[in-house]
């Protein structure tokens, strides 16, 4: 069974990228599929591995500076060439759920949690005098 790893991207090791470690230990022969790849910023077991990134890894700035490019997401995860996988595991709180899978090919999305600040440490990160009028904490 050919199996492929997609994950948002892998800038700098967060809970997200700690998962994905867990997947390719599950995995161990799968391909990974990222948007942009910081191999400096992440845990040197990675760089063992063979990682495809998407054209933004190219685009000036798209490495260092990718959440700019946000409308451009859907198109690039949807760029990679899933056709050879029998299995496509995304790891994703944004964007790698959007590979595009061939019809006879089973996608599972392990979906992390939405940005934290957002949904439970909004005070942690902006304070309690940043919450926006009319909402209680």
Not at 10 to 16: D, I, P, S
Not at 28 to 51: C, E, I, Q, S, W
Request: charged share 20%; glycine share 8%.
């Amino acid at each position: 069974m050919k199996i492929a790893i997609v994950h948002d991207w892998m800038t700098g090791m967060r809970g997200g990228e700690k998962v994905l470690l867990s997947l390719l230990e599950l995995f161990p022969a799968a391909d990974l599929f990222t948007l942009v790849y910081n191999p400096n910023k992440m845990d040197p077991l990675f760089r063992k591995r063979r990682v495809t990134t998407s054209l933004l890894q190219r685009i000036p700035l798209g490495r260092s500076h990718y959440q700019y490019f946000l409308p451009l997401y859907w198109g690039l995860m949807g760029g990679f060439d899933m056709r050879e996988y029998d299995l496509i595991v995304s790891s994703s709180s944004a964007c790698a759920k959007w590979v595009r899978n061939p019809k006879k090919v089973m996608h599972v999305c392990y979906c992390h949690t939405p940005i934290r600040y957002i949904w439970d440490l909004f005070d942690d990160y902006f304070g309690p005098s940043r919450r926006p009028s009319g909402s209680s904490g």
